[in-house]
């Protein structure tokens, strides 16, 4: 009996460093994994999928499916937080990071943003320094399953030191560009940026 109150007691301990400094100010956290989505799920068939970067580079460049899964990948396990406050921790994808795409086109002097459109007609915009050394991929596993429709499949942005809403799903490209245009949440009054650690929930915060 005692043994087991002390060893209960060193799990609830162990437990609280896991989690401290890991949820952002005002998010709670979850377990499952809620779908939201600002109109119907598209359905792309992986034989019709593709994703391009164009705009400022030398040559845009498009993948097929079956080019993007031939990308080196890479296992992720993040954090995530949502701007309707959930954060759920240890999200593993399995991911072609945005620095290998970026690697296949040559990037005029003057690029400094993206739009990451998807299928369906969401955009979202990033600053490039939001994206490249690892701090962004293109996941098409979640949790060791191909990414469900309803998350993104075939494939999504994750983007995990930003709020949710920038992690694009049904990506179908970037654009790059020289002054930042706002995406679909952010022209309707979220921040351009969206860092959860700061609340960057709503332009002006
Ligand atoms: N294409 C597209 N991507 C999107 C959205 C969307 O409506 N369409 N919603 C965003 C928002 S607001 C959030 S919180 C997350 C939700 O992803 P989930 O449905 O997998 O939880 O996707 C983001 N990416
Ligand atoms: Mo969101």
New binding site residues.
Partial sequence: MAEKLVSRGFTGKRRQPERAGRVPPGQYLVNN???????PTPRIRTEQWSFTIDGLVRQPVTWTWTQFLELPSKEYAVDIS???KWTQLDMKWKAVGVDTLLEAVELDAKAAFITAH???G?T?NLAIPDIVNDQAFIAYEYDGKPLAP???GPA?LVVPHL?????????HGFRIEERERLG??ESLGYHRRGDPWKEERYSGD
């Fill in positions: 994994f809620p779908v939201l989505s600002a109109g949502c701007v309707t998807s299928y369906g969401y979202t309803e998350h993104g999504r709020y949710f809403w920038k992690s694009a799903k049904w990506v679909f949440w």
